[in-house]
């Protein structure tokens, strides 16, 4: 019995280290040709089981800088850089211009007067050329100045003429002539970043009588006048900064300097006093006449000579 059990353990014993055997030597030659062949490494999880899909990397969103999120761009227009229409009539041409500029405006371009021609027997002007604002040639400045400015010409052909005639249906008013409709350059869209046309700054007459207003009479800083002109005339003035603000309170200055140095010369003043005169309506009144008591005379004993009439010499004598 003893010796049945010690053969059975021993059975055992011998059929474990038979079979593990196998198995390491196995594993020692799969390490040698690994080793050999280091790409095998590599394409071996292939060959032992089916491709597995690997997960696929999601991406997630960057977050906008805080400077985009706080300056949100400027509502932008359907801009198509179309030609204004040539199918309305206007009284004058201040009238006509000003729905051009509006027109224009909305479209992305500015417009300027190129020349005017044809004068009536007053002086007055009935055509005028105009042009988009990026037209003519572009030109390399050669100042050495502090500022550094470029040309923002790029030859852009479009044209057209303002004209003022006499026969029907136009009755003596003014027209738009549409020449060349055509652009070589993108609409202005007003994002942040894009340098402003300069005729989208200009301050016109009416926006430059609200400053004067505001600045004499409420006292409004710069930067207030600058935030309030934004706002009273809606999109005309949106892109207006404290520099044209700044430009145009001195040139109406300069403007009053030289009104009021006219009227000086128109008096008989010079020119270059460094006082104005006070308009009629703006001087204070007059005093009210006074009374005044008139001193005694003094007696003959106490007249007080004349120094006219003497003499300048002491009458120092000579020792």
């Known amino acids: 019995m003893v010796h049945h059990t010690n053969s059975q353990a021993q059975g055992q014993y011998m059929q474990q ?176 970043g894009v340098n402003v046309p300069a005729q989208f700054r200009k301050i016109e007459p009416d926006g430059a009588r609200w400053l004067m207003i505001m600045h004499r009479e409420a006292q409004l800083t710069l930067r207030q006048l600058t935030i309030g002109i934004r706002i009273s005339f809606g999109d005309k003035y949106q892109y207006v900064k404290k520099s044209d603000v700044r430009n145009m309170l001195a040139k109406m200055k300069r403007e009053e300097e030289r009104k009021a140095a006219q009227q000086a010369a128109a008096q008989g003043l010079p020119s270059n006093v460094p006082y104005t005169i006070i308009p009629q309506q703006h001087q204070p009144p007059p005093p009210a006449p006074v009374n005044v008591q008139q001193m005694p005379a003094l007696p003959d004993g106490m007249q007080v000579p004349d120094p006219d009439l003497e003499s300048d010499d002491d009458g120092v004598e000579e020792l």
């Open 17 to 192: 280290h038979f079979t593990v055997q196998p198995q390491i030597a196995q594993q020692n030659h799969m390490q040698q040709q690994q080793q050999h062949h280091p790409l095998q490494q590599v394409h071996q999880p292939l060959q032992q089981g089916p491709q597995q899909p690997q997960p696929q990397l999601q991406t997630q969103p960057q977050p906008q800088p805080q400077s985009q999120q706080q300056n949100p761009p400027r509502p932008n227009f359907q801009m198509a850089l179309l030609p204004p229409p040539q199918d309305r009539l206007y009284p004058t041409f201040d009238t006509l211009l000003s729905d051009i500029k509006s027109f224009t405006r909305s479209q992305g371009y500015a417009v300027v007067i190129v020349s005017s021609l044809n004068r009536d027997s007053e002086g007055n002007y009935r055509r005028y050329n105009l042009c988009c604002a990026k037209g003519g040639k572009t030109y390399a400045s050669h100042s050495k100045g502090i500022r550094n400015t470029r040309s923002t010409k790029t030859g852009c052909p479009m044209r057209m003429k303002a004209v003022q005639e006499k026969a029907h249906p136009y009755d003596d008013k003014w027209h738009v002539v549409v020449q060349c409709a055509e652009h070589n350059h993108e609409p202005f869209t007003g994002e942040p």
